[in-house]
């Protein structure tokens, strides 16, 4: 039985091991240019994807570090995002060492959109966004927001009295991925 499950994997790897080898040489056969040409052609397609979503106004920015007002960065957890969705954006800090206004561990803001403008960058490799917003709890505030790619975004909060707070992470369209929410005040 051993014999026979050995024979199996080796088959496997006779028939694996050349098809790899195939497909690294098909790359390898690719002229400078040629490779040069399909990366453009892959960004070209990724940013149309982008520019759908940001005007869709259904976008999310998963952040990956955190920024304050003097530039120190800091490694984000789980649920630190930033949420545009139809009139309705939600920003959210959360920890995972304490309690927090959002009761997990962080500030939950939500806020209502009142002006949104995008502008693209004329080599049309980064989009901006200006978002005017207002809420509740927290006031009116703007939101700024580079995207250079999917993996690529910085979103930038000013609000009232000076406070600022940066998300950097990934753009991922609604719906791709679940984030928890916490509380926060109501509109």
Same mark, same amino acid.
Not at 18 to 46: F, G, H, I, M, V
């Given at each position: @039985?051993?014999?026979?499950?050995?024979? %199996?994997?080796?088959?496997?790897?006779?028939?694996?091991?050349?098809?790899?080898?195939?497909? %690294?040489?098909?790359?390898?056969?690719?002229?400078?240019?040629?490779?040069?040409?399909?990366?453009?052609?892959?960004?070209?397609?990724? @940013?149309?994807?982008?520019?759908?979503?940001?005007?869709?106004?259904?976008?999310?920015?998963?952040?990956?570090?955190?920024?304050?007002?003097?530039?120190?960065?800091?490694?984000?957890?789980?649920?630190? !995002?930033?949420?545009?969705?139809?009139?309705?954006?939600? @920003?959210?800090?959360?920890?995972?060492?304490?309690?927090?206004?959002?009761?997990?561990?962080?500030?939950? !803001?939500?806020?209502?959109?009142?002006?949104?403008?995008?502008?693209?960058?004329?080599?049309?490799?980064?989009?901006?966004?200006?978002?005017?917003?207002?809420?509740?709890?927290?006031?009116?505030?703007?939101?700024?927001?580079?995207?250079?790619?999917?993996?690529? %975004?910085?979103?930038?909060?000013?609000?009232?009295?000076?406070?600022?707070?940066? !998300?950097?992470?990934?753009?991922?369209?609604?719906?791709?991925?679940?984030?928890?929410?916490?509380?926060?005040?109501? @509109?």
């Amino acid at each position: @039985m051993k014999k026979l499950k050995n024979l %199996a994997v080796l088959g496997l790897l006779i028939l694996v091991v050349p098809a790899y080898s195939q497909t %690294a040489d098909d790359n390898e056969k690719l002229s400078k240019a040629d490779r040069k040409e399909l990366k453009q052609l892959e960004r070209d397609q990724e @940013m149309t994807e982008l520019k759908e979503v940001v005007n869709e106004r259904s976008f999310l920015i998963d952040a990956d570090f955190l920024l304050d007002r003097q530039s120190r960065q800091y490694m984000a957890t789980a649920n630190n !995002f930033v949420s545009i969705e139809g009139d309705r954006v939600v @920003m959210q800090t959360a920890s995972p060492y304490g309690i927090g206004y959002n009761g997990i561990g962080g500030v939950t !803001f939500v806020g209502r959109i009142l002006d949104y403008k995008v502008n693209e960058s004329k080599n049309g490799n980064n989009l901006f966004v200006t978002i005017q917003t207002s809420s509740v709890g927290y006031g009116n505030g703007t939101i700024f927001i580079s995207i250079r790619g999917k993996e690529n %975004a910085v979103a930038r909060f000013y609000g009232p009295w000076g406070r600022s707070l940066a !998300f950097s992470g990934d753009v991922e369209r609604h719906g791709g991925s679940f984030k928890y929410k916490g509380m926060s005040v109501p @509109m």
